[in-house]
């Protein structure tokens, strides 16, 4: 099945939560994404201060991010918003979450690289 941003429909989320469908995104998507992540790799590498790409968040917005450690900022990031409450979700729960999460990235607004919404 291919996920078109803003084109699934009740039928799609079905079959997706019922699982055994293979999932793709539609190769137009792909245009906008790389688009978007360019944007934040251009900024990331720019001497611009841009808010959560090289520089630090809240209290640290203007704390600027050495390149070097631009990596540690984001798996720091990631590991911050980790959390975990309760039993765990039943397996047709979380493949859908992360389709609509994949749907929704594959809009191209987010900045985020092709292997994240592949993955």
Do not use: C
């Not at 055994?20 to 790799?41: F, N």
């Not at 720019?46 to 070097?68: H, P, Q």
């Not at 918003?81 to 979380?94: I, M, T």
Request: without cysteine.
């Amino acid at each position: 099945m291919e996920l078109r941003p803003g084109a699934l429909t009740l039928d799609d989320l079905q079959a997706i939560h019922a699982g055994g469908v293979q999932l793709a995104i539609d190769a137009a998507a792909r245009t906008a994404i790389r688009a978007s992540a360019d944007v934040v790799q251009r900024a990331a590498r720019g001497d611009t201060a841009v808010y959560g790409v090289n520089t630090g968040f809240g209290k640290l917005a203007s704390t600027r991010i050495s390149e070097g450690d631009l990596s540690t900022l984001q798996l720091n990031l990631i590991r911050s918003h980790s959390v975990g409450v309760g039993a765990p979700l039943q397996p047709a729960v979380v493949r859908l979450m992360l389709a609509l999460k994949a749907a929704s990235l594959a809009r191209g607004a987010s900045g985020v690289r092709e292997d994240v919404v592949d993955t």
